[in-house]
């Protein structure tokens, strides 16, 4: 049952959001849903933005959630991404790397709207 405590604290927007690609030094890119698509070896672009879009990973298949994480380069299992996530949610994000990205209103602004929501329902 670890295993699913884990992947709960990254909801699927959060998981798509922290998708990147480090470009120079600490500076880094996001991936784009085609990327992760690619990478994830395994879905369609369409499947990629249903996955980002589901506020709990309840619904999501396990070999899709898997395919998902692999594509965002995200491990639900190990301690240094999880860590690297949680230190950076807590830092309160500003994703500003996310807000170079040429989908920034169309694709990231929505999901961070979703992740936001899901944090709200919890709190109350």
């Known amino acids: 049952m670890k295993i699913w405590r884990k992947l709960?604290?990254?909801?699927?927007?959060l998981v798509r959001c922290l998708a990147r690609q480090k470009a120079r030094g600490k500076a880094v890119r996001a991936l784009s849903d085609q990327e992760v698509a690619i990478q994830s070896e395994g879905l369609t672009t369409l499947e990629v933005r249903a996955v980002s879009n589901s506020?709990?990973?309840?619904?999501?298949?396990?070999?899709t959630a898997q395919k998902f994480c692999k594509g965002c380069r995200f491990d639900p299992l190990s301690a240094?991404?999880?860590?690297?996530?949680?230190a950076y949610m807590r830092s309160n994000p500003q994703f500003t790397f996310l807000q170079n990205h040429p989908h920034w209103e169309t694709t990231f602004l929505p999901l961070i709207k979703l992740y936001k929501e899901k944090c709200q329902e919890k709190e109350q």
């Open 55 to 63: 506020l709990t990973w309840d619904s999501i298949a396990i070999g």
């Open 8 to 13: 709960e604290q990254f909801p699927p927007p």
């Open 80 to 86: 240094d991404d999880r860590n690297r996530a949680g």
